[in-house]
């Protein structure tokens, strides 16, 4: 079965500080993956999304994610973090519609605090 | 483009009492998911419509859970009799395509069951 890590709960960074969010999945083949970020009150929004191709993605807000198949990884990066940054991120991965549907899988969250 | 719209944003209910959710996903998505977040856990899947259909409900998590979909346009997922446990924030997704498409997120209802 898919599942996803994110072995952190919290983080703390100051404001133009740079930012990376870990991530690993566990699935056979290659997956589906994003990130999503929820800031309070807001829905989930979509920052990026891997399927193929290039392993580097950008994504809104100036964020950027690698897939390192080798690492089962899929960590977030941003070079400059801005206070309005501060919000709950989400990995998630999914996996071909014939095997476990369209479901998302998410991680348990990782709290951005942003200090200035 | 309006968003995927939920309502209401919260609920309070006394354990024992139904609820009714409803979900609006964005014109000319036929792709509706519901999720759901219990405190300090995973957001996990509850169920996937296609239009009017049930495509997946691998998640639902017992029968006291009911989803429909009328028509294929708004869905409600109704809670009867709710539990404590069923407290948590339910989110309701939409795709225009089912196979990798952005799933487009409301902004959730926060249910408490006392």
């Known amino acids: 079965a898919q599942s996803v890590t994110q072995p952190d709960i919290h983080i703390t960074v100051s404001e133009g500080a740079s930012l990376e969010l870990r991530c690993n999945y566990s699935?056979?083949?290659?997956?589906?993956l994003f990130w999503y970020v929820q800031s309070p009150g807001q829905g989930l929004q979509l920052l990026l999304k891997y399927f193929s191709g290039d392993t580097l993605v950008q994504g809104i807000k100036g964020f950027e994610a690698e897939f390192k198949r080798s690492q089962s990884s899929f960590n977030l990066r941003k070079p400059s973090v801005h206070w309005s940054d501060a919000a709950e991120y989400f990995c998630?991965?999914?996996?071909?519609?014939?095997?476990?549907?369209?479901?998302?899988?998410f991680g348990a969250g990782t709290i951005l605090r942003v200090k200035s | 483009e309006a968003g995927v719209t939920q309502f209401p944003s919260h609920s309070v209910i006394e354990k024992g009492q139904t609820v009714t959710l409803r979900c609006d996903p964005i014109s000319g998505h036929d792709n509706l998911y519901w999720y759901r977040r219990v405190m300090g856990k995973e957001i996990k899947f509850l169920l996937h419509f296609v239009k009017e259909s049930k495509q997946d409900e691998s998640g639902m998590p017992n029968n006291r859970f009911l989803a429909e979909r009328t028509g294929g346009t708004y869905s409600t997922l109704k809670v009867q009799p709710a539990e404590l446990e069923d407290s948590g924030v339910y989110f309701c997704?939409?795709?225009?395509?089912?196979?990798?498409?952005?799933?487009?997120f409301g902004p959730g209802t926060r249910l408490l069951v006392l």
């Open positions: 998630a991965v999914g996996a071909g519609a014939e095997e476990y549907g369209n479901k998302l899988v």
């Open positions: 699935y056979g083949a290659t997956p589906y």
């Open positions: 997704a939409s795709s225009q395509e089912a196979v990798w498409e952005t799933q487009y």
